[in-house]
Nanobody, 123 residues
Framework: QVQLVESGGGLVQAGGSLRLSCVASGRTFGTYVMGWFRQAPGKERTFVAAINLIGSTIYADFVKGRFTISRDNAKNTLYLQMNSLKPEDTAVYYC?????????????????WGQGTQVTVSS
């Protein structure tokens, strides 16, 4: 079992940047594929980015070139660097863990979830 706690959300103007963090409990962080998802008001939770055990990454098309996912296994921490933020990036951002070697983009493929952190981008 792994517990995930996100932080780093907040209010930022369009064009600004934020870095989200997700700290995982336990000693097995390095064995999990990690992902970021987001959920805007009134919308379904959607995939943002994922990173596998050796650092290979995948991104949703709408964040390519703007967001960067990374992990520090020594610190049990997952990051999401978000640049050039847009009002449509406003959402609650969740980190998730998957006990597998392969990345995935579907919510049901991730077994563990954090509580989320709010990101609000003003125009």
């Amino acid at each position: 079992q792994v517990q995930l706690v996100e932080s780093g959300g907040g209010l930022v103007q369009a064009g600004g940047s934020l870095r989200l963090s997700c700290v995982a409990s336990g000693r097995t962080f390095g064995t999990y594929v990690m992902g970021w998802f987001r959920q805007a008001p009134g919308k379904e939770r959607t995939f943002v980015a994922a990173i596998n055990l050796i650092g290979s990454t995948i991104y949703a098309d709408f964040v390519k070139g703007r967001f960067t996912i990374s992990r520090d296994n020594a610190k049990n921490t997952l990051y999401l660097q978000m640049n050039s933020l847009k009002p449509e990036d406003t959402a609650v951002y969740y980190c998730a863990a998957r006990a597998s070697r392969s990345t995935a983009v579907t919510i049901s493929d991730y077994e563990h979830w954090g509580q989320g952190t709010q990101v609000t981008v003003s125009s």
